[in-house]
């Protein structure tokens, strides 16, 4: 593995690797044993979508590791004003050790690792979003132990990033994968691709109360993400029958968790009450952000 573009990079091996991995450090982050694997080191971190999780993860991660993160907004550096990415990629792997973007198209991802020297992680892209992924498995796993035999539920758009990587990243790492969404928010073409193989491990229906049937873990993100704010309407009278709420939990395992990417907004996509109640989940899945990132710089990374 030299980059983390996306989960269909990986296999399930590699998956579960970097999750072994995130568990010794938020071990090690717990009982205040030092881990400076990258001490030194200096992350580029390009943001052209503005971030909460994603740059404070980052930030604090590369500094516990023992190195520095650089904060470069698309509108501070050149590559906001028409410098071409292949050349920032090669200027950046002559400065720092490692560069995590997080930006609109996939595209760019890939041409940044395809000209830089240096590992490149993908922070999140409207296609993909492997470190929020990695980051519910994790999460997953530290509450049921195992994956394999899971089965986790999606409710919501079906074609944006979290759907495209939840599939990938449950299917490979032995979990059942249901996503309830509505017509014209399938999944991206490359991705329903993929799950065909895996036969009825793999389910896409317009019914979310039987996606949720018997799932150990329901999970849903905003309606409209960053960059679709015009479609706020059209998408709430699209998924007004989506939402996570007591009949979706009633259909769910009587232990089921409940994951949310945040930001969350409650009375949309998901009630308060259902929130609330399963907060222990959500907020444990967004402090592992930070440990699974950890973990992927320690294995990009480390010399």
């Known amino acids: 593995m030299n980059d983390l ?33 990258l001490k030194g080191q200096t992350l580029g971190m390009i943001f052209q979508k503005s971030s909460t999780r994603t740059r ?39 400065y720092c050790d490692g560069i995590m ?14 000209y830089a020297s240096i590992p490149v992680i993908n922070g999140l892209t409207d296609f993909a979003h492997p470190c929020q992924v990695l980051a519910d498995l994790m999460t997953i796993r ?7 035999g899971q089965k986790l539920c999606f409710i919501g758009d079906g074609s944006n990033n979290m759907a495209n990587s939840l599939i990938v990243g449950g299917l490979k790492t032995g979990m059942t994968v249901s996503i309830a969404t509505a017509p014209g928010y399938e999944p991206a073409p490359q991705v329903m691709e993929f799950a065909k193989a895996y036969g009825d491990k793999f389910i896409l229906t ?27 309407a059209k998408r709430e009278k699209d998924f007004a029958g ?18 949310h990417c945040l930001p969350a907004h409650r ?18 899945e967004a402090e592992n952000r930070l440990h699974a990132q950890k973990a992927v710089m320690v294995k990009l990374m480390k010399k």
């Open 206 to 232: 317009n019914d979310p109360l039987a996606a949720a049937q018997g799932a150990d873990a329901v999970y849903t993100d905003v309606w409209a993400s960053m960059g679709q704010e015009g479609e706020k």
């Open 242 to 259: 989506f939402q996570v709420n007591a009949a979706v939990m009633e259909q769910a395992a009587q232990d089921a968790m409940v994951l």
């Open 142 to 148: 530290e509450y049921k132990g195992v994956l394999e």
């Open 56 to 94: 404070v993860s980052f930030q604090v991660g590369i500094y516990q590791l023992g190195g520095q993160g650089l904060f470069l907004s698309t509108s501070d550096i050149q590559m906001g004003r028409g410098e071409p990415i292949e050349d920032t990629a090669r200027v950046l792997s002559r």
């Open 5 to 37: 573009l996306k989960l269909l990079d990986l296999s399930g091996e590699e998956i579960v690797d970097i999750l072994n991995m995130a568990d010794q450090l938020k071990y090690e982050r717990k009982h205040g044993i030092p881990h400076e694997h």
């Open 267 to 284: 009375g949309e996509e998901i009630t308060a009450e259902v929130f609330e109640s399963k907060a222990e989940y959500i907020f444990e």
């Open 101 to 114: 973007i997080r930006t609109y198209a996939q595209e760019e991802v890939e041409t940044l690792a395809e």
